[in-house]
């Protein structure tokens, strides 16, 4: 998918429902990310500017006031997706994957692309909990469960993975991927 802004064409490399709207939240291979309405022109209504590298993750919370943006540049970005501004911003160790936002909107989880995941609360920067060892590679996804009582990742090592996101305690065995076929 590509979108044009001031006549430059743009690779987007994810993309989010902003919930109980008809707008998109699109991070892209300048950094940027941007929210429109889908049915309407292609025009964002809000260009979220900050990082210095693509923005591989976005995520909304579910009362989209919330937008969390990862990004190449080795930072996670919180912004106020109704007013458009950075309320803050996490460096991490590597090239951040994918990001996720808890139902509740009070914790963040992300993947990074030394296999490191870390969950941090969303409104003080406080780092929760923090593996180093999460994955054997790069973290793709993460994901908290509708009822915040497990968080998924999986990673290029081809495994996946169910924790407790309040203890961190991982549950059940890894789940090795297949080849298909």
């Known amino acids: 998918m590509r979108y044009a802004i001031s006549e430059v ?10 919930s109980g709207s008809k707008k998109l939240a699109f991070g892209s291979e300048d950094g940027t990310v941007a929210v ?13 500017e900050g990082h210095s590298d693509m923005v591989m993750s976005v995520a909304v919370s579910c009362d989209d006031v919330w937008i969390l943006s990862g990004s190449w540049d080795g930072t996670v970005r919180v912004w106020n997706g109704s007013a458009g501004f950075q309320t803050g911003r996490f460096p991490q160790v590597s090239k951040v994957w994918c990001a996720a936002i808890c139902a509740d909107g009070r914790k963040s989880a992300k993947g990074m692309e030394n296999g490191t995941m870390k969950v941090l609360d969303l409104h003080t920067e406080e780092t929760l909990f923090e593996d180093t060892e999460a994955h ?14 497990l968080i998924g990742s999986c990673s290029k090592d081809k495994t996946i993975r169910l924790r407790h996101p309040n ?15």
């Open 167 to 181: 203890t961190w305690a991982g549950i059940g065995s890894s789940v090795k991927g297949t080849q298909g076929g």
């Open 36 to 48: 429109r309405e889908w049915e309407k022109s292609n025009s964002p209504i809000l260009i979220l």
């Open 136 to 149: 054997a590679d790069s973290v793709l996804s993460v994901a908290f469960s509708s009822n915040e009582q």
């Open 9 to 18: 064409l743009l690779y987007v490399q994810c993309v989010r429902f902003v």
